[in-house]
């Protein structure tokens, strides 16, 4: 077995489908790869879905189901089960291209690598306020885990993702900085994942500041690596990168659906309800910055 993909899922039967038909059309040998699918909990049909699929479908698919536990959980599960020399990550909302696996195996075997990220593409013109989608074409200090792969004794080196991150965010930055201190993390552009915007609905979108407080643990955990790959403190990527630069920068650009006056409503509404929600988060970003300064 060469390579493991691993996806964590949940409740996103739909374009679980999508991500796994890509899976099955890889112009990599089927016996030389397994697709690992980790249901976190779903509730919507998933796993009569991963059941049809691992009688019915082409490759080579194990599932487990766990409790509501988060993403990090739910791939260091995927990894202790894996049986291939390569662990290579997707979503469960993405759609790697059909020589993603082809590329992967051939940058490993040409190179003394340890982790790799691939280009995460979008369809700029379908984002709205309203949708969830990754464009990462030249590579991201943060190895986003919706298109990488790592060597498995990389991963159980350093004992997998840290479940303790407050939100399910830089628990991969996490990773992927504490892998970069035993070897090289490349990039390639060829190692392609179609990332659709996905549709959210309002409620969700309006509740994303709130994952901000994982920038303290990821701060504390490794400092150098924090500045060096990200910024000087969590305070300036919080109070300034997000609040002030990104949230200037989305209030703008909201007034191009000015002829579609409700998406354009919601989104002025988001804006202003991150910007108090940043506000008003301030003690709770306060108490953790106090807590993990005295952890680490």
């Known amino acids: 077995m060469d390579i493991s993909v691993i996806i964590a ?4 039967k739909d374009s679980l489908k999508e991500t796994l038909d890509a899976l099955s059309r890889q112009n990599f040998c089927h016996l030389s790869y397994e697709v690992i699918v980790i249901n976190d909990g779903s ?21 487990f189901n766990q409790q509501n536990q988060g993403p990090a959980a739910a791939r260091n599960l995927g990894i202790q089960y894996a049986k291939g020399r390569i662990v290579a990550f997707t ?18 075997k040409n190179s003394n690598i340890v982790g790799l990220q691939g280009s995460t593409f979008t369809d700029k013109d379908k984002i709205t306020p309203l949708t969830h989608q990754i464009d990462n074409t030249q590579g991201n200090k943060s190895v986003p885990t919706c298109n990488a792969a790592y060597l498995k004794s990389a991963l159980d080196a350093i004992d997998g993702f840290d479940t303790e991150f407050p939100f399910p965010h830089n628990e991969d930055a996490d990773l992927a900085w504490r892998i970069q201190k035993t070897g090289e993390i490349g990039f390639c552009a060829d190692m392609l994942v179609y990332h659709p915007p996905r549709m959210d609905t309002f409620t969700k979108v309006s509740k994303r500041m709130k994952i901000m407080e994982s920038e303290f643990r990821l701060f504390y ?10 910024g000087t403190s969590p305070w300036q990527i919080i109070y300034w990168e997000v609040m002030v630069k990104t949230q200037w920068y989305y209030f703008k650009t909201r007034f191009k659906y000015l002829k579609r006056p409700k998406l354009m409503f919601q989104g002025l509404a988001l804006t202003f309800i991150w910007w108090w929600d940043l506000i008003r988060f301030y003690p709770k970003f306060w108490n953790a910055n106090k807590v993990h300064k005295k952890m680490f």
Do not use: H
Not at 94 to 99: A, H, L, T, V
């Open 221 to 230: 955990k490794d400092p150098e690596s924090y500045r060096k790959n990200r």
């Open 9 to 12: 899922t949940y409740n996103r």
């Open 91 to 108: 979503d469960d909302d993405c759609i790697p291209s059909q020589n993603w696996l082809c590329t992967i195996d051939a940058q490993f």
């Open 43 to 63: 509730t919507d049909g998933t796993v009569e879905l991963l059941e049809e699929y691992s009688v019915f479908g082409t490759i080579g698919l194990r599932f």
